[in-house]
């Protein structure tokens, strides 16, 4: 490359939705625009979303990306992220039968997150308490997050253009937040977790990996959301998933992957790709 050329936001949007499903990736934005930043792409995320909404597609929640700290240095981030997630990138894992293909995924990797569906309207003055109350239901699920860019190098600025790396979101059993808020408290906050493939442990984690547990994660998304212009706050009937609570490890065709945690009555699930 011999030079820099500035981007403007729709340019960038569409170049990233021209390769979404396609199987092809691109430079980094970054690489072509130093001056590209996350100001810059949030500015992006709005667009992209009217595009994938003109071809009929539904916003049904929100991704929060890199929450968890021990993954920064080896992704080049300092914060955390986040993405829209639609009506065409989230299942069930019950209603899949367990099976889920990556045929349509760049270079996909598997993220094991505790995931919230909002019964009410957060605020940025709550407290983790008060976000609980906003919280209908709470499941352990797997978010697909892939990369538009070659071997997963990048600057910050480029994940949140390429949809905050979201892929796919499966998520698992909903367990209805009722009865005991304390007890909702402690188990969220402190509960382990342990990936495995074929059969195979491959990583742990726990609650605390993700800002220090998956309500914290959601108390930093909302309080970033009160602060952002261009984008709307989280709205009651979204699903957020909080981010990966081990290392994103590399998946293919043929692998049944495994999440069990302990700690917190959410059972386990499991995910043959093809």
Same mark, same amino acid.
């Given at each position: ?20 499903? +396609?199987?092809? !990736?691109?430079?980094?934005? $970054? ?18 979303? +009217? ?6 597609? /539904? ?9 968890? $700290?021990?993954? &920064?240095? +080896? ?23 367990? @099976? ?11 993220? *094991?997150?505790?995931? #919230?569906? @909002? ?26 997050? !892939?990369?538009?860019? *070659?071997?997963? /190098? ?8 390429? #949809? ?22 402690? +188990? ?6 342990? @990936? ?17 547990? =998956? ?18 706050? @989280? ?14 490890? *590399?998946?293919? =065709?043929?692998?049944? &992957?495994?999440?069990?945690? $302990? ?12």
């Amino acid at each position: 490359m011999t030079g820099t050329i500035a981007l403007d936001a729709k340019s960038v949007a569409a170049e990233a939705l021209s390769v979404l499903g +396609q199987g092809r !990736q691109i430079s980094p934005f $970054s690489s072509r625009d130093p001056a590209f930043s996350l100001d810059e792409a949030y500015k992006v995320t709005p667009i992209v979303r +009217q595009m994938r909404e003109a071809r009929g597609e /539904k916003v049904l929640g929100r991704k929060i990306g890199f929450t968890n $700290s021990t993954i &920064w240095a +080896q992704y080049n981030v300092s914060r955390p992220i986040w993405g829209y997630m639609y009506d065409r990138t989230i299942r069930n894992l019950s209603d899949t039968g367990g @099976l889920a293909s990556l045929a349509e995924l760049t270079d996909p990797r598997i993220e *094991p997150e505790i995931v #919230f569906g @909002l019964s009410a309207v957060p605020d940025a003055a709550m407290d983790e308490r008060g976000l609980l109350s906003c919280i209908g239901w709470v499941a352990l699920g797997y978010e697909i997050v !892939q990369s538009i860019y *070659p071997d997963w /190098k990048f600057a910050a600025s480029d994940t949140v253009a390429a #949809f905050g790396l979201h892929g796919a979101m499966l998520i698992g059993e909903r367990h209805p937040v009722s009865g005991n808020a304390e007890a909702w408290m402690k +188990q969220l906050s402190d509960f382990d977790v342990e @990936l495995a493939c074929n059969g195979n442990v491959v990583d742990r984690g726990h609650a605390r990996n993700v800002l220090g547990g =998956p309500l914290s994660a959601l108390r930093h998304f909302v309080d970033v959301l009160s602060k952002d212009d261009v984008n709307p706050g @989280l709205a009651a009937g979204e699903i957020v998933t909080t981010g990966t609570l081990t290392r994103a490890l *590399p998946i293919k =065709p043929g692998e049944t &992957w495994t999440t069990t945690v $302990s700690g917190i009555p959410l059972g386990s699930i499991s995910v043959a790709f093809g």
